[in-house]
């Protein structure tokens, strides 16, 4: 339950929430109740079943309901918009439960057919947490075998609890043997992250010299298609493939390929299960295919695991939109406002080459990039080229006050709505920093543009002004 910041579902209650899940026929969950304390128009529930966060329309009331189509169960979560906590429970279909969130308090109480199941994972998590804020400032600075023993009283303190716990009551054994599947591949996960963390930032981690190490932890991973419902275990499998690919950079047959797809195509490579092969890498493609170079090379390996369901058919619906912003078609229009409340447009800086740096205050990569840009700014002067940056942040004033601080040159704007605002929608920008390139003309000349921190990047923007 390691919470990894590419891609995760997310909730905040701020008032007191009540779902229920009906009895059905075994083939659907549905969920319906009333939200108290706040105004919201819809509800995002999300789970790895689903392609994209479905829908819940909430009345004037409060009141919702949404029957899904899901004939298995697992975890569910559920979230408003723009907010960022998380608040997942387990589901099964044909049974009844009811969920009562006190935001206030950060209280969760389920009762119904899956009340203990609840209650057990709620407790879980506590472990889960602990382990989470105690792993940097403690575990990881310890030796090895150090590390190693915590992590084994980690596991065992987490199975005794389900153990303990479910004594003398009827629970779902699936159910069951699931959480301990869980505590396994929540400690693997940390086990990998382990080296890079212990190591000194200065200090580049040689996983060549790690070989043994990471060899004793793949002997664990399984390939068993009933754990892809816990994002543990995709996870630890995306490590496993990052990890194998940084050993064999030097020498991998593939690696005329771009990063990413050498990723996906070793997925392909290393995974028997096509189920898994999908299951594993949607959530990678889903991001990375509105930045990666080759979008078609990229959904051709993922259909080439043969799994037809709605996440390759989102995935067809995503590439076909991001066939808008492919080089010669004009660039859609945005206006933002900058520090002192001035819009600008897109269309004010026709006749220019526009660079535009797509950012947000909390992304690390993207402040990164900011001396390279400034550098870059200052090569560029007197010419006939516009660097603007539009910040994602849902923090107003934390964003004005970055750029007056660090002294940002260039048009700076803010785009209201983070993922969810115009330039985010129209560009199909679902991970950042993104850079886009806009010619004289008003066309695109590239939507997925070399950062500032790239040689390339002067050839290219010599070239965009002849």
Not at 10 to 32: M, P, Q, W
Not at 419 to 437: C, N, V
Request: charged fraction near 30%; include cysteine; glycine fraction near 4%.
């Amino acid at each position: 339950m390691i919470l990894f910041k590419k891609t995760n579902l997310l909730i905040l209650l701020v008032g007191f929430l009540v779902i229920s899940c009906k009895r059905n026929d075994n083939t659907s969950i549905t969920l319906n109740g009333q939200i108290k304390g706040i105004s919201a128009k819809e509800l995002y529930l999300g789970s790895y079943y689903l392609a994209v966060p479905d829908t819940i329309t909430v009345d004037k009331a409060g009141g919702f309901e949404k029957k899904l189509p899901i004939k298995t169960a697992g975890f569910f979560s559920l979230r408003y918009k723009n907010q960022e906590d998380r608040f997942v429970v387990y589901l099964e279909p044909g049974k009844k439960s009811h969920i009562a969130l006190d935001a206030e308090n950060n209280k969760v109480t389920v009762t119904g057919d899956l009340a203990e199941e609840n209650k057990l994972y709620e407790e879980l998590k506590i472990g889960n947490d602990s382990l989470s804020k105690q792993f940097e400032t403690q575990y990881a600075k310890l030796d090895e075998a150090a590390f190693l023993s915590k992590m084994k009283a980690f596991e065992d303190s987490q199975n005794k609890l389900i153990n303990t716990f479910s004594k003398n009551k009827k629970l779902n054994p699936d159910f069951l043997a699931l959480l301990h599947q869980d505590v396994f591949y929540t400690s693997l996960e940390w086990k990998q992250h382990y080296p890079f963390y212990h190591t000194p930032p200065d200090v580049e981690v040689d996983v060549d010299k790690l070989k043994d190490y990471y060899a004793a932890l793949d002997k664990g991973i399984k390939e068993d298609t009933a754990l892809l419902k816990l994002s543990s275990y995709r996870e630890a499998i995306n490590r496993k493939i990052n990890i194998d690919l940084s050993r064999k950079a030097n020498k991998d047959k593939d690696k005329e390929l771009d990063p990413d797809l050498r990723y996906i195509n070793a997925i392909k490579t290393n995974i028997k299960s096509p189920q898994i092969q999908a299951g594993v890498s949607y959530d990678f493609v889903s991001a990375l295919l509105s930045m990666v170079k080759d979008k078609s090379k990229m959904l051709e390996i993922y259909k080439s695991f043969g799994i037809k369901d709605g996440k390759l058919k989102e995935l067809e619906r995503l590439y076909a939109d991001l066939k808008k912003t492919d080089p010669g078609n004009a660039a859609p229009a945005f206006s933002y406002k900058d520090i002192d409340g001035k819009a600008h447009s897109l269309a004010d800086f026709k006749g220019k080459v526009v660079y535009i740096d797509v950012w947000a205050t909390w992304c690390s990569p993207c402040k990164d990039e900011i001396p390279h840009l400034k550098k870059l700014e200052q090569d560029f002067a007197g010419k006939n080229i516009e660097f603007i940056s539009i910040s994602l942040d849902k923090d107003l004033e934390k964003w004005k006050t970055y750029v007056t601080k660090n002294h940002l040159e260039g048009v700076q704007l803010h785009a209201d709505g983070e993922f969810d605002s115009k330039i985010a929608k129209d560009y199909q920008i679902r991970g950042i920093p993104r850079f886009i390139l806009i010619g004289k003309d008003g066309k695109i000349i590239n939507s997925t543009v070399e950062r500032p921190s790239d040689k390339k990047i002067k050839e290219i923007l010599d070239k965009a002004l002849v």
